[in-house]
């Protein structure tokens, strides 16, 4: 049974810090290029970061450019979003997406609400 289970959201100040995980089953994970969405509250669903399978830098939106990180541990079918100096603007509900040509796989998602 193919899974994406998000873990890390919750409640940060404005200028901190969390850490989202995203913990990967039941297909090849490291063959799969990965990726992190969000939506907020009456926006679309926006693409955040991407990683290609061999990991490397990552692409970001410019919204994000310079505060957040994605990373990968294929070894561990683990994937990471980094998120430094947030903004009430980032809050979102945020996926876990991974990615094969036609295959998509997602996560249920995880709320990252940023407020003082």
């Known amino acids: 049974q193919v899974q994406l289970v998000e873990s890390g959201g919750g409640l940060a100040q404005p200028g901190g810090s969390l850490r989202l995980s995203c913990a990967a089953s039941?297909?090849?994970?490291?063959?799969?290029?990965v990726n992190w969405y969000r939506q907020g509250p009456g926006k679309e669903r926006e693409l955040v970061a991407s990683?290609?399978?061999?990991?490397?830098?990552?692409n970001y939106a410019d919204s994000v450019k310079g505060r957040f990180t994605i990373s990968r541990d294929n070894a561990k079918n683990m994937v990471y979003l980094q998120m430094n100096s947030l903004k009430p603007e980032d809050t979102a509900v945020y996926y876990c997406?991974?990615?094969?040509?036609?295959?998509?796989?997602w996560g249920q998602g995880t709320q990252v609400t940023v407020s003082s």
């Open positions: 997406n991974a990615k094969r040509f036609w295959i998509d796989y």
């Open positions: 039941g297909f090849t994970f490291s063959i799969y290029a």
């Open positions: 990683m290609v399978t061999a990991g490397g830098s990552g």
